[in-house]
């Protein structure tokens, strides 16, 4: 009895994975002038790693994932900017802090149906914005927290105007958090989400804790995105409302449905895509460049169904049943 075609794309998928990964870090050496956007790049990646956390693979719809994003970047940022500068330090924090308001915040978003989600998820992120705006005295406000001093990573290795230390620190980063998201989606802890989005009342027929693991993952999610801030703000140094704000959470909204959502790859394709896309029109033409990028937007999703990762997968299925 002869193996079916599906297996032949599972044992290719390591070696993709490996080229992938390889590309990005080569960019160091290729494309030095272009670090700062790479780094920022691969945080926008893993944003939206989380979002299609809660998203695409546990079904809990919302649009106001940049509320950990900011408490992450601003954890890190104010950090830095009272003496405690270590990268690593403001890393745990920003986890921590995103893991706190997600878990705080899951009682609120797992309750109710998917547009009573949507209106709690709006809510909580303009309250939040609100709230780091009024705190002007301690953010910055609409100004921005400014005055980070960011030390050197390990001790050693300064952040650099060029983004040099920034991109090769956010890449590890990056790198190592996806290894654990997927070791978490892989287990039966992951494959319980997929059955609770599919089909919640079969779940909880099952014995299953629906509740539970709908919070357990929107905390997950929350503190990856807390990460993702605090990568950001370390890359940039600097805090703005922008980074709490409701056009955060539409921005990334679009590069996971761009990448294609409920896939593992999904985030990272997309904001790649989404970042070179918005960088070329800005500079094709720097008063427009906004409309030419929804031109884009739109024939993607037009054309793209399921995403750049669903179009690359009906290419593979293609390419293998071909004779």
């Not at 706190?100 to 009573?116: F, I, N």
């Not at 060029?162 to 956010?170: D, E, L, W």
């Not at 427009?288 to 884009?296: D, E, R, S, V």
Request: aromatic share 10%; glycine share 14%; charged share 15%.
């Amino acid at each position: 009895m002869t193996a079916p075609k599906l297996t032949l794309p599972a044992r290719r998928l390591p070696w993709l994975e490996a080229a992938f990964w390889l590309a990005l870090a080569a960019c160091f050496f290729v494309l030095p002038e272009r670090l700062a956007l790479l780094g920022q790049m691969l945080a926008l990646g893993l944003f939206a790693l989380s979002l299609d956390l809660a998203l695409g693979y546990a079904g809990i719809l919302t649009v106001g994932h940049a509320a950990f994003f900011g408490a992450g970047a601003y954890a890190a940022g104010l950090l830095a900017k009272h003496g405690w500068g270590d990268p690593l330090l403001g890393l745990g924090a920003a986890l921590a802090a995103g893991a706190l308001l997600g878990c705080a915040t899951s009682y609120l978003m797992v309750r109710g149906a998917d547009l009573t989600r949507l209106m709690v998820s709006i809510a909580l992120c303009a309250l939040l914005a609100e709230l780091v705006n009024r705190l002007s005295s301690i953010t910055g406000g609409s100004d921005g927290l400014q005055g980070m001093e960011v030390q050197p990573v390990l001790g050693r290795f300064a952040f650099d105007l060029y983004g040099r230390t920034a991109f090769v620190y956010t890449y590890c980063v990056v790198l190592a958090l996806f290894l654990l998201v997927r070791r978490v989606l892989r287990s039966p802890f992951g494959l319980a989400l997929r059955g609770i989005r599919d089909n919640p009342r079969r779940m909880q027929a099952l014995g299953a804790p629906v509740q539970a693991r709908l919070r357990l993952a929107y905390g997950f999610s929350a503190a990856v995105a807390g990460a993702a801030g605090a990568l950001m703000a370390q890359g940039t140094q600097f805090v703005g409302l922008d980074a709490i704000g409701f056009e955060r959470s539409a921005e990334v909204l679009i590069i996971l449905v761009l990448g294609g959502a409920g896939r593992l790859y999904g985030g990272l394709a997309g904001a790649t895509v989404y970042m070179l896309a918005r960088d070329g029109f800005a500079g094709m033409d720097p008063q427009y460049w906004t409309f030419w990028l929804g031109i884009f937007l739109i024939a993607a999703a037009l054309l793209g169904r399921g995403g750049i990762m669903g179009l690359l997968s009906r290419l593979v299925r293609v390419k293998e049943e071909a004779p």
